[in-house]
């Protein structure tokens, strides 16, 4: 604990006040990040926020890539999602739960036996080509929710064929509202307020979505109830363990450890301090377990998250602690909002983070390099 404390500890009030600040755009940022991935996953959104609460502390105490913030990301929320798709919807959210905390513990375990020297065998044709499927998948696989359209057909692809073949079923205020995000996401991204547009984003439609009283356009409270205040400990369902689950878990534990390999490398520590990708499984681990005791979703190393992190001016570790107490300031205070957001809004933030995770210089690059790198990518 003393060799823990003297390298976390912040190095004077200065930093620590810094981080403090720093962490208050990563929490807000974390509401339709946190929301958004458990539509993915297909669950209560309010299990992505409770995610986003206990990971980034967890997390955040423990890595040593001290600007990484351990949040939800779509990759998680997208593995997820498919490992619990042959699982009965009523006891869906249980399984969710003993699948994060069954990754968190497989996390820990490959901290614990070094297995990090292995994600430098991860090719960049692989990763590129995982990025590209994860994104269009999530492009694919909202449309349901931008439109208005009943679900019809098991994966992403076949839905949104029935979306696109079926105009006549679009709702046309709820395809609208989700429209005005997308607007409200791409005139902001550029700008002072970057920091803040997915906020705007689903703060704007649902104030305008109240006045006016549109019928018909599904909330956040009508997909599941949102309980009030801050989620108490939970241990996951001994019912709910399965052989899905157990693949499940295995496959968010590999794509979460080499997606944080990833964004370890795009946030050196500011110090020069190399990273262990030990510490670093550790870490994302240990905000696995305490997502998956505190009714949470899977986490790992937010590449966006990260990024707004290192844009908001944090110094250290505490920035990603601090935003997890900031987004309990904001569970404390407006929980009882969530329930009032429309799910267009939700499929609009994760439509643009996705069109803009494609990166079509990257694969053609990748296709250039010859036919190992082509069948890489394309698998």
Same mark, same amino acid.
């Given at each position: 604990?003393?060799?823990?404390?003297?390298?976390?500890?912040?190095?004077?009030?200065?930093?620590?006040?810094?981080?403090?600040?720093?962490?208050?755009?990563?929490?807000?940022?974390?509401?339709?990040?946190?929301?958004?991935?458990?539509?993915?996953?297909?669950?209560?959104?309010?299990?992505?926020?409770?995610?986003?609460?206990?990971?980034?502390?967890?997390?955040?105490?423990?890595?040593?890539?001290?600007?990484?913030?351990?949040?939800?990301?779509?990759?998680?929320?997208?593995?997820?999602?498919?490992?619990?798709?042959?699982?009965?919807?009523?006891?869906?959210?249980?399984?969710?739960?003993?699948?994060?905390?069954?990754?968190?513990?497989?996390?820990?375990?490959?901290?614990?036996?070094?297995?990090?020297?292995?994600?430098?065998?991860?090719?960049?044709?692989?990763?590129?080509?995982?990025?590209?499927?994860?994104?269009?998948?999530?492009?694919?696989?909202?449309?349901?929710?931008?439109?208005?359209?009943?679900?019809?057909?098991?994966?992403?692809?076949?839905?949104?064929?029935?979306?696109?073949?079926?105009?006549?079923?679009?709702?046309?205020?709820?395809?609208?509202?989700?429209?005005?995000?997308?607007?409200?996401?791409?005139?902001?991204?550029?700008?002072?307020? %970057?920091?803040?547009?997915?906020? @705007? !984003?689903? #703060?704007?439609?649902?104030? +305008?979505?109240? *006045?006016?009283?549109? $019928? &018909? =356009?599904?909330?956040?409270?009508?997909?599941?109830?949102?309980?009030?205040?801050?989620?108490?400990?939970?241990?996951?369902?001994?019912? %709910?363990?399965?052989?899905?689950? @157990? !693949?499940? #878990?295995?496959?968010?534990? +590999?794509?979460? *450890?080499?997606?944080? $390999? &990833? =964004?370890?490398?795009?946030?050196?520590?500011?110090?020069?301090?190399?990273?262990?990708?030990?510490?670093?499984?550790?870490?994302?681990? %240990?905000?696995?377990?305490?997502?998956?005791?505190?009714?949470?979703?899977?986490?790992?190393?937010?590449?966006?998250?990260? $990024?707004?992190?290192?844009?908001?001016?944090?110094?250290?570790?505490?920035?990603?602690?601090?935003?997890?107490?900031?987004?309990?300031?904001?569970? %404390?205070?407006?929980?009882?909002?969530?329930?009032?957001?429309?799910?267009?809004?939700?499929?609009?933030?994760?439509?643009? $983070?996705?069109?803009?995770?494609?990166?079509?210089?990257?694969?053609?690059?990748?296709?250039?390099?010859?036919?190992?790198?082509?069948?890489?990518?394309?698998?």
């Amino acid at each position: 604990m003393k060799r823990w404390w003297a390298s976390a500890r912040p190095a004077d009030r200065a930093e620590l006040q810094t981080d403090v600040v720093a962490g208050l755009p990563v929490a807000i940022g974390g509401v339709p990040d946190g929301m958004a991935a458990s539509v993915l996953a297909g669950v209560n959104p309010v299990h992505g926020l409770y995610a986003s609460l206990v990971a980034p502390i967890a997390g955040g105490l423990t890595s040593s890539t001290r600007l990484m913030v351990i949040t939800t990301t779509s990759a998680a929320a997208l593995a997820a999602g498919s490992a619990l798709a042959p699982v009965d919807p009523a006891k869906r959210t249980e399984a969710l739960f003993m699948l994060t905390a069954l990754a968190g513990a497989i996390m820990v375990a490959a901290g614990i036996l070094k297995l990090g020297r292995y994600t430098r065998f991860v090719s960049h044709s692989v990763m590129t080509g995982f990025l590209t499927g994860v994104a269009v998948n999530i492009l694919f696989s909202q449309l349901n929710y931008l439109t208005g359209v009943p679900s019809q057909g098991g994966v992403a692809i076949r839905r949104a064929l029935h979306v696109i073949t079926h105009p006549g079923l679009f709702d046309w205020p709820t395809l609208a509202t989700g429209l005005s995000a997308i607007v409200i996401l791409l005139a902001l991204r550029r700008g002072p307020v %970057a920091s803040y547009a997915s906020m @705007v !984003a689903l #703060a704007l439609p649902t104030i +305008a979505l109240q *006045l006016l009283g549109t $019928a &018909g =356009v599904v909330r956040v409270g009508d997909v599941g109830e949102i309980p009030a205040g801050l989620p108490l400990p939970h241990l996951p369902s001994l019912s %709910a363990f399965s052989l899905d689950v @157990v !693949a499940g #878990a295995f496959a968010v534990a +590999a794509i979460v *450890l080499v997606q944080g $390999a &990833g =964004v370890s490398e795009s946030a050196p520590n500011p110090d020069g301090t190399p990273a262990d990708p030990n510490r670093d499984f550790i870490a994302q681990g %240990a905000g696995n377990l305490a997502a998956g005791f505190y009714r949470g979703q899977p986490t790992g190393g937010s590449v966006g998250q990260t $990024a707004l992190n290192r844009s908001a001016g944090a110094v250290g570790r505490w920035a990603a602690v601090a935003a997890g107490v900031w987004m309990l300031v904001i569970l %404390a205070l407006f929980s009882s909002l969530v329930k009032v957001v429309p799910m267009t809004t939700l499929a609009a933030v994760l439509i643009v $983070a996705a069109y803009g995770a494609l990166r079509w210089g990257r694969v053609v690059t990748v296709w250039q390099a010859g036919p190992s790198s082509q069948i890489a990518l394309v698998a």
